[in-house]
């Protein structure tokens, strides 16, 4: 059966492939755009399906997984910014706050009549600005595709304080819960789930341990 990735993100193709799978990669072509009157989980988990079912229709003979991230901030979604002024306004609401970050999987497999989906959730604590901090990582130009305008991997893990729940949700594809949802349709994980999250390898990890 031939794993199918529903995305371009390089960090979630970095994210899978420690999971010692063959998989191909095939974008999908779904646009986010959010539907008035969902909240966060139900939004994220829309966009991972439709996803994952867009490309399962172009493969119906695959096990397609499809993932989305959001951040929620007071009961409210932050995507992607548009430009860096809106990264810069994204960035300062969440500054020496928490929000909570939900990472979406869906697995969809027409030929076997699969079709799930499930969220996982982290809790991120953002520092405080000291008035340069924030500016310095704008200027870095990471923020601008990664949802609420930060990339934990990356330099923007310097604005991070702390971390409630998996790393990995926060990076945009928590792997326990695509290691479960793939364990469930048949598909054999042969890596040590347990032993990959000692070792985290993938950047920054260490520094966010639990």
């Not at 229709?57 to 096990?63: F, I, M």
């Not at 969220?119 to 949802?147: C, F, H, I, P």
């Not at 819960?177 to 390898?201: C, F, M, T």
Request: with cysteine; charged share 25%; net charge negative.
């Amino acid at each position: 059966m031939q794993l199918v990735l529903a995305s371009s993100s390089p960090r979630r193709q970095a994210l899978l492939a420690l999971l010692g799978l063959s998989f191909e990669v095939y974008p999908s072509e779904f646009h986010e755009h959010p539907t008035e009157g969902l909240s966060p989980i139900e939004q994220v988990r829309r966009f991972a399906l439709e996803k994952a079912r867009s490309v399962a229709l172009a493969r119906p003979r695959a096990l397609v997984l499809g993932s989305d991230t959001v951040i929620n901030l007071d009961s409210r979604l932050l995507g992607k910014p548009v430009d860096l002024e809106d990264a810069r306004a994204m960035l300062t609401r969440l500054a020496g706050r928490s929000h909570h970050v939900y990472t979406a999987v869906a697995l969809c497999d027409y030929e076997q009549n699969i079709e799930s989906v499930e969220v996982a959730t982290a809790e991120v604590r953002m520092k405080a600005d000291d008035g340069q901090l924030y500016e310095r990582y704008l200027a870095t130009e990471e923020s601008m595709d990664k949802a609420g305008a930060y990339a934990i991997q990356g330099a923007g893990g310097d604005l991070v304080e702390r971390i409630d729940g998996d790393y990995t949700t926060v990076v945009g594809f928590p792997l326990k819960l695509v290691a479960h949802l793939l364990r469930s349709a048949g598909y054999p994980i042969l890596v040590n789930i347990e032993d990959l999250y000692r070792h985290k390898p993938y950047a920054n990890w260490n520094r966010f341990a639990a």
